[in-house]
């Protein structure tokens, strides 16, 4: 993974244990679990369009492209297995 | 970086460097060929609108309709600008191109390289030049952040980093400093403090773009959990704890957060309200 830096978010590793997210607890804000899912492959870089939403998974050496809107579903999906032709 | 998105997700760029015959020998580094190595412009519903044959790694401004292009060794090192077209608007040699960022509004474009961090418009112009190595860069390059600084526009010392961390807000006016025992919100650039935050060890941080919401992972002792996040305006909070390797994103609205088990190869989406 990468430091990303340039939409002045900085982000770090924090190094936790392993194991799962646990229930919130919840004051005035709140917060709406609207999707989760595991990654579909290895992504080198992960990167939230900072105003849409939009979540793009990227993996060089899986050769994939999946965009997610900010509903969780999948707008679009490149790589060999899907259209050969956009990599070639 | 091998592909970037604009900030309303209506552009993408993304890089390949593949053939059949990588695909099928997996032996060829056509990457050292250099004559297969393309950059993609696609649009969000996945139509192309043009792919170019380039050598280097490409980064797509917020606006989504200037290309930077960064390469270090070889023929046409420096950096070279596109337009949303694909047509070459200029070039700025150098010998190495590092840490490429734009500026917020697309404006400015700020990369390390054999003459240290430097600061270009977007015509190319050389603003200023620092020996550092990386930054972030605000909306209309009024502040550049690097590891030791804060600068303005014209290269004058805002302050000095000292051992924290500096995230300024979107709009300019709001700053979040993390300490190594806390997180502090202040105006900016005039540093009034408009809130604290203790902490035993707090990590990753992330600001909206007016201030309004603050996220922090990391260690509290009032708390067990790891994963915060501070309504600055109601004086509210919500708190979780990720059991596992996590990093996140926030919108720059401050409305939707992304967290990222790193681990356990899972995305976890939040709306924020």
Redesign the interface.
């Known amino acids: 993974m990468r430091l990303i830096i340039n939409k002045l978010v900085l982000v770090n590793f924090i190094l936790m244990s392993s194991a799962i997210i646990s229930v919130g607890k919840a004051e005035a804000l709140q917060l709406r679990l609207l999707w989760q899912k595991a990654l579909p492959f290895e992504a080198s870089d992960i990167i939230m369009a900072s105003q849409s939403g939009d979540i793009i998974l990227y993996s060089r050496e899986a050769r994939q492209i999946i965009l997610y809107d900010k509903n969780g579903n999948k707008r679009f999906h490149w790589g060999p297995r899907v259209d050969r032709s956009q990599w070639e | ?10 552009i ?1 760029i ?7 015959n990588y ?1 099928e020998k997996k032996k060829i580094d056509l990457d050292k060929l250099g004559w297969d190595r393309r950059i ?1 412009y696609v649009t ?3 139509k ?1 609108l043009w792919n170019k044959k380039i050598l280097g790694t490409p980064y797509l401004s ?1 606006d989504g309709k200037t290309i930077a292009i960064g390469k270090s060794a070889g023929e046409g090192r420096g950096l070279t600008i596109l337009d949303q077209n694909g047509n070459l608007l200029w070039k700025y040699i150098s010998r190495e191109t590092r ?1 490429i ?2 500026s ?1 509004d697309s404006n400015y474009i700020l990369f390390s390289g054999e003459g240290g961090l430097q600061l270009l418009d977007k015509s190319g112009n050389l603003l200023w030049a620092k020996d550092e190595e ?5 909306s209309g390059a009024a502040y550049i ?1 690097t590891e030791k600084r804060v600068y303005d526009k014209q290269a004058n010392i805002v302050t000095e980093i000292l051992g924290r ?1 500096i ?4 709009d300019n006016s709001r700053a979040v400093y993390v300490y190594p025992n806390k997180v502090s919100l202040l105006t900016w650039p005039d540093k009034t403090v408009l809130k604290e935050y203790i902490f035993t060890f707090p ?5 909206s773009r007016y201030g309004h919401y603050i996220v922090v ?2 260690k509290s002792a009032a708390s067990s ?2 994963l915060f ?3 600055t305006v ?1 004086n ?18 401050g ?19």
């Open positions: 970086m091998g592909v970037d998105i604009s900030h309303d997700g209506s993408i993304y890089e390949t460097s593949w053939t059949e695909v993609h969000r519903q996945g192309e917020p840490n960022v734009f917020s990386r930054g972030a860069i605000t952040v961390d995230i300024i807000s979107v990590g990753a941080t992330a600001i992972g990391g959990n790891n996040i501070f309504d109601t509210t909070s919500w708190e979780t704890k990720i059991e596992s390797k996590f990093y996140f994103l926030l919108t720059d609205d409305k939707y957060l992304l967290v990222i088990f790193i681990n356990l190869n899972k995305l976890v989406f939040y709306q924020i309200y």
